[in-house]
């Protein structure tokens, strides 16, 4: 299986400003994945974060405010942009391979204040 | 997005007892997943479910995926406290072809040594 690394693991972020979360994988992977988990909540899919072209973002999730890149096959980020408290979430980094299920990493804690 | 219904929300029991949580949805998945996630890290795949009727165990749990492939069952025999922690069941949808996966909500394990 996959390690999947993020970076930070936890922040404190004021309202109003951004932050990029890195997703490193130590192989390549096809497919890599962007979660929210909202305090005491279940996963919800953000995007797929696609290489080489824009992502595929879920319903309630744009772009603007959660921009994903994906440069190669073991890289991924997702920023939090123009963040207000509702933001406050736990972001998880999820990769895999077609045929293998998706691993995750250990998520970014993140609170705005 | 599609629900996958989870119960229990939560359980409270003694060491050395049984355990059994579902999942049901009223859409038809190709896969059942069941993760674990424990206080500040990724959730952790512990059995992956592919055909419908299909009984797996891994360990002290044992998992089945329902016949209509609409419902999973997770059972841990036997608990120590290291099971604490929140269990999620997850799928890929049938309809999709999608890799990303749909959430339960979560049953959130507590053992009483």
């Known amino acids: 299986s996959a390690v999947i690394s993020q970076k930070p693991s936890r922040d404190i972020c004021q309202r109003g400003t951004s932050l990029t979360i890195q997703c490193q994988v130590d192989?390549?992977?096809?497919?890599m994945f962007w979660y929210r988990q909202q305090p005491g909540q279940s996963l919800t899919l953000i995007a797929t974060?696609?290489?080489?072209?824009?992502?595929?973002?879920e319903s309630g999730f744009v772009i603007d405010k959660f921009p994903i890149s994906r440069p190669n096959l073991t890289f991924s980020t997702l920023t939090v942009s123009n963040m207000s408290p509702e933001d406050s979430s736990i972001y998880l980094c999820?990769?895999?391979?077609?045929?293998?299920?998706?691993?995750f990493g250990q998520g970014t804690r993140l609170t705005v204040v | 997005g599609q629900q996958l219904n989870q119960s229990p929300q939560s359980m409270f029991i003694q060491e050395g007892e049984d355990v059994s949580m579902n999942c049901t949805s009223s859409?038809?998945?190709?896969?059942w997943l069941w993760y674990k996630q424990d206080p500040g890290e990724g959730p952790v795949l512990l059995i992956a479910?592919?055909?419908?009727?299909e009984l797996t165990s891994n360990g002290r749990l044992t998992a089945q995926f329902g016949i209509t492939r609409k419902d999973s069952f997770l059972n841990i025999s036997a608990s120590i406290p290291s099971d604490v922690g929140i269990y999620f069941c997850?799928?890929?949808?049938?309809?999709?072809?999608?890799?990303?996966?749909?959430f339960g909500s979560g049953t959130r394990l507590q053992v009483q040594p």
């Open positions: 999820s990769a895999g391979q077609l045929n293998t299920e998706a691993f």
């Open positions: 192989s390549q992977v096809t497919m």
């Open positions: 974060a696609n290489q080489g072209s824009e992502a595929t973002y």
């Open positions: 859409s038809i998945f190709n896969t």
């Open positions: 479910l592919y055909k419908a009727g």
């Open positions: 997850a799928g890929h949808l049938s309809d999709t072809g999608r890799r990303a996966l749909t």
